[in-house]
């Protein structure tokens, strides 16, 4: 256990809304319009928490666990991604497993407490989210696979201290090709354009928002903040690849606080890019994000190989 | 040794006894049952002392009348392993049989059912001690039989007959292969025995001085013959007709045990060639369980997704998670063709620990689909829903087993995938050639077997229990007894302490790699049991899950903390209920709700042309459409399109021999007159000596 990275942490739960002001600012941008305030995500999760609740009368306890495993699972699955100059709060060989299976058991109970509420939208979104992830989860796990390759490594945080500049010289292409397959799997997970819309407001064409329409109060709360979480966390696993490696400049205060902006810049970069994606493209019609998610998959495959035969 | 005969004795005692009072179906059962609870407590004692010392019971052998065989029992690690499953799980599935067998009491005899309960789990437990080649057939044939008449117990329905016929052809043509096997066993020996001999006529000898080639015709021959009873593809089909036909709580014996002896068997055999000097399997034995593996997962779990019958869906289920134990097995493998002893240890472990995590699971999930099919009159999905309120005592457990079955922390599934996904991804970096891409592709079919499983219990849990009801007999779901709730929390409850006490496992595990892999003892505690430290590259399996249940424990504490902290947000807060948002339709009907079929939907179209998924469709035409229905049906491909053909291959050319079946008797007497000429001439003449005159004299 590397208490260390607790700081990172406790900046991770506290930061992680904010991304989502940039992703909207970004898109407010490109519209022409002023854009929600900065601190808007955190106006909404003060407001959820301090609502009632109305539940289904068709819900059981699944409809309640839902949001607390999910926000739970997301919150573990953050500690085993590194931040900053040191080792993830928790490493071992083979937390790359350990670290998607989380984020499958997050969506298993989002899942099912959709369907706890007997509504068929939520039930439409339900089966396309189960459809999207089963496609990603090659993808993803794929993609980690090959890095390990390059790196001889199978835990997340000794990747990131692995991936340096002659790694990326010697296998530039089994990188570039798991970055970009990574960042289809950023993009579906956490329902973005050009698989999902957040904006949309039309049940029938939802996937995520979908499933969430009966949650209320501070389960809506938790919900929204566990996505910021998994927003924040995925993306991180990006970051971790693009960003140098553990950086020493004798005060660990100042080592941690320049490889902590960096990281935290890489972040907010890739909030821009979202942001940016979703307003220069319109979302793929349903039928054709498998598609996308089979070439995510092929790109990861192809990574393997290369790593293998050509690196 | 003696409480293990013991054991049987009961078995079969309590068996006949429940047999003799089948006039009174409560005291047959109550019978029956307490005998198979008493073995297994009886059972329990020898299993744990070898499971917890990791020393083998010195193997005794018995006079038998009968010629080449001999009574030879003996109880190592492996054995015990396995026969741990023979004696939890069935005894369990027995006290749910008790209530359950209750409805069919006033009119059927229960005593022959339960006769050949106790049968088929004496010979299982006969199956995991047998030292003996002949002695292991018998048991072997004891289990397959006595439970063909478990499947047919509801013979009165044509589908059970059909049912039980399958099995029955299924279960002799792998025997079949069996049996050539155990006589390739015996080459060079005038017996069958697996033991050592100090004369060198043992069995490693035996298999060292083979000539070469035979031990891969062997191995093909256990795959084949183990891989049915097992379930890999494309040997499987019996299974998915037996499952869901087989009475109540018996699929839960068949997956959850029976089908693991097939697992056992395989890994017999190889710890008797593994036994020999300087042997190192092929290359291809590894890779080609990987690819029965990665069929077995893959269009497992996609044909289980596209049925709606929840029984069936978990047999094609219990094909998935074979082909996760097979990938595991190939793996392992693997390594002991490369000399890579991590590789081997750690593939093994995972194998062997899927093996106890399925037989928990599937068993929960099996009794589970029985409860409800008792409380409700139906099995299939799209008529379910809403159970989770009407039937707590049995849904709960029954969620709980499905998250465990998709393979997801922190349940006992996601430990032994996580090992078996561990061991493929470290050593896909030091393999090279066709090794390292059966390695790849075990992976990636894990991946895709893991994410395409949540899909299926997604569905099987939130279509069958949750939502409203979705029909009359949903809504009136029966409680069931106290005896059918019990078996099912006690298995939940092993799920999730299997899981959280993975770490603890391993230890015990290790004797039983040993006696597969025969490797020095102190490279297996060095991959499975030495802890590491922080500075150290930690990865003896031990230490990684310490590392993962750390995670999990805390996942747990993390949801209790966030229950406590809504709970706190929601005092004093009104709190109400209402309808589910319909977009502002007030009357919702349960029948508006997503069907399996329609949960399926998406995936169904997008592999349909895989799993060659029938559709029926009547589509609302015309100005004034009245009716319209889709109707899907997966039938299995394996089924239709590689076995009717290959069978009516087969049929064509033997009817072509039909004119050597004349019915003329004294040509018959001829054929056999004309057979033993021949033979004679082949064994004096021609032929090498047949081996029964020279015993001892390797070939």
């Known amino acids: 256990m590397n208490l260390n990275s607790l700081p990172s942490l406790l900046l991770a739960l506290a930061c992680a809304p904010f991304l989502l002001t940039v992703i909207n600012r970004t898109k407010a941008f490109f519209a022409g319009r002023q854009g929600p305030m900065w601190f808007q995500p955190y106006y909404d999760l003060w407001k959820l928490m301090h609502k009632g609740a109305v539940y289904s009368r068709t819900t059981s306890w699944v409809f309640r666990a839902g949001p607390i495993v999910g926000l739970a699972s997301v919150m573990m699955a953050l500690t085993l991604v590194p931040f900053g100059d040191s080792p993830a709060l928790l490493h071992f060989s083979g937390d790359i497993i350990l670290f998607a299976y989380l984020l499958g058991l997050m969506r298993f109970f989002t899942v099912i407490a959709a369907l706890d509420t007997g509504s068929s939208f939520e039930g439409m979104g339900a089966t396309r989210e189960v459809l999207y992830s089963a496609l990603a989860e090659p993808a993803l796990i794929l993609g980690l696979a090959s890095i390990a390759r390059v790196t001889k490594t199978l835990s997340i945080s000794e990747m990131q201290d692995a991936v340096t500049l002659e790694v990326w010289r010697d296998s530039g292409m089994v990188l570039a090709a798991v970055v970009a397959a990574l960042i289809v799997v950023f993009l579906t997970e956490n329902a973005r354009v050009p698989v999902d819309d957040p904006n949309t407001h039309l049940e029938l064409t939802m996937i995520h928002e979908v499933m969430v329409l009966d949650h209320s109060g501070p389960d809506f709360g938790f919900i929204l903040y566990g996505a910021a979480l998994k927003l924040w966390v995925l993306g991180l696993l990006i970051v971790d690849l693009l960003s140098p490696p553990h950086l020493n400049f004798g005060n660990p205060v100042v080592s941690w606080l320049v490889s902590a902006s960096l990281d935290l810049g890489g972040l907010l970069l890739l909030a821009v890019v979202v942001g940016t994606i979703e307003s220069v493209i319109a979302r793929l019609r349903l039928i054709r994000i498998p598609q996308l998610l089979v070439g995510a998959m092929a790109l990861s495959a192809l990574s393997l190989v290369l790593g293998r035969w050509g690196g | ?699």
Request: glycine share 10%.
């Open chain 2, 1 to 699: 040794m003696d409480l293990l005969l013991a054991a049987i004795g009961v078995l079969l005692v309590s068996g006949i006894a429940s047999l003799l009072v089948r006039n009174d179906s409560r005291q047959s059962s109550r019978v029956a049952a307490t005998g198979v609870v008493a073995a297994a407590v009886l059972g329990l004692k020898p299993v744990y002392s070898v499971l917890s010392s990791g020393q083998a019971l010195p193997t005794a052998i018995y006079p038998w009348s009968v010629p080449i065989g001999s009574i030879a029992i003996g109880l190592d690690v492996l054995s015990a392993w396995f026969l741990l499953l023979v004696l939890i799980v069935p005894s369990l599935a027995a006290t749910f049989g008790c209530e359950f067998l209750k409805a069919f009491a006033p009119r059927k005899s229960l005593g022959g059912s339960w006769f050949f309960y106790n049968l088929s789990i004496a010979g299982m437990v006969g199956v995991t001690i047998a030292r003996d080649g002949l002695l292991f057939l018998v048991a072997w044939e004891m289990m397959a039989l006595a439970s063909y008449f478990l499947v047919v117990f509801e013979h009165e329905r044509e589908d059970v007959r059909e049912a039980g016929w399958t099995y029955l052809v299924a279960s002799h043509l792998g025997t079949a292969f069996l049996l050539a096997l155990f006589i390739m066993f015996g080459q060079g020996s005038d017996s069958l025995d697996f033991i050592e001999t100090a004369s060198g006529t043992g069995i490693t000898q035996r298999l060292a001085d083979a000539p070469s080639g035979t031990l891969d015709v062997m191995f093909v021959l256990a795959v084949v013959g183990f891989g049915t009873k097992a379930g890999f593809m494309p040997f499987h089909v019996w299974l998915p007709e037996t499952y869901p036909a087989a009475v109540g709580h018996t699929p839960a014996v068949l997956s959850g045990v029976m089908s693991k002896m097939g697992i056992y068997g395989l890994l017999r055999v190889l710890s008797l060639f593994m036994k020999i000097e300087g042997f190192l399997p092929p290359t291809w034995w590894g890779c080609l369980l990987i690819l029965i593996g990665m069929v077995s997962g893959v269009l497992g779990i996609l044909t289980a997704v596209a049925q709606h019958d929840l029984r069936r869906i978990l047999a094609y289920s219990s094909i998935e998670n074979i082909g996760i134990i097979c990938i595991g097995l190939g793996t392992g493998l693997l390594g002991m063709s490369s000399q890579n002893a991590g590789m081997a240890i750690l593939g093994l472990a995972g194998a062997l620990f899927h093996v106890l995590n399925h037989s928990l699971f599937k068993g929960l999930l099996f009794l589970g689909a029985a409860a409800v099919e008792q409380s409700t009159g139906t099995g299939n999905l799209n008529r379910l829903g809403g159970l989770l309120k009407q039937i707590p005592g049995v849904a709960i457990p029954f969620v709980i087993g499905s998250v465990a079955i998709s393979g997801l922390p922190p349940f006992n599934g996601f430990a032994s995938e996580f090992l078996i996904y561990f061991t493929a991804l470290r050593e896909e970096l030091a393999l090279t050639g066709a090794s390292a891409v059966a390695a790849l592709s075990g992976i990636a079919a894990l991946t895709l077997i893991g994410g395409i499983a949540a899909y299926c219990f997604t569905m099987v849990v939130g279509i069958g229990f949750l939502g409203a009801p979705r029909t009359p007999a949903a809504a009136s779901a029966r409680p069931v007894g106290l005896l059918m709730q019990v078996p099912l929390w006690i298995l939940a409850a092993a799920c999730l302490a299997a899981g959280l006490l993975s770490p603890r496992i391993m230890p015990i595990l290790a004797p039983a790699v040993e006696n597969v892999t025969h490797l020095p003892g102190i490279e297996i505690s060095r991959y499975l049991l030495e802890t590491g430290s922080e500075s150290q590259d930690i990865f003896s399996a031990q230490a990684l899950l310490e590392q993962v249940v750390l995670v999990t424990g805390s996942l747990l504490l993390v949801i209790i903390v966030l229950a406590l902290i809504r709970q706190q947000l929601l005092n004093g807060r009104e709190v109400t209920e209402s309808g589910t948002w319909g977009c502002g339709y007030l009357k919702p009907e349960s029948t508006m709700q997503y069907t399996g079929s329609s949960f399926a939907q998406p995936l169904v179209d997008l592999i349909g042309s895989v799993l060659q998924t029938r559709k029926n469709v009547v589509l609302p035409i015309g100005l004034f459409a009245k009716t319209a229905s889709l109707r899907t049906s997966t039938p299995d491909i394996n089924r239709e399109y590689l076995y009717a053909p290959v069978f009516r291959g087969v049929w064509g050319i033997i009817l072509k021999l039909r004119w050597l079946q004349h019915g003329r008797l004294h040509l018959y007497v001829l054929y056999i007159a004309i057979t033993i000429m021949l033979l004679l001439l082949w064994s004096f003449g021609f032929g090498e000596s047949p081996p029964t005159t020279s015993p001892g004299d390797p070939l």
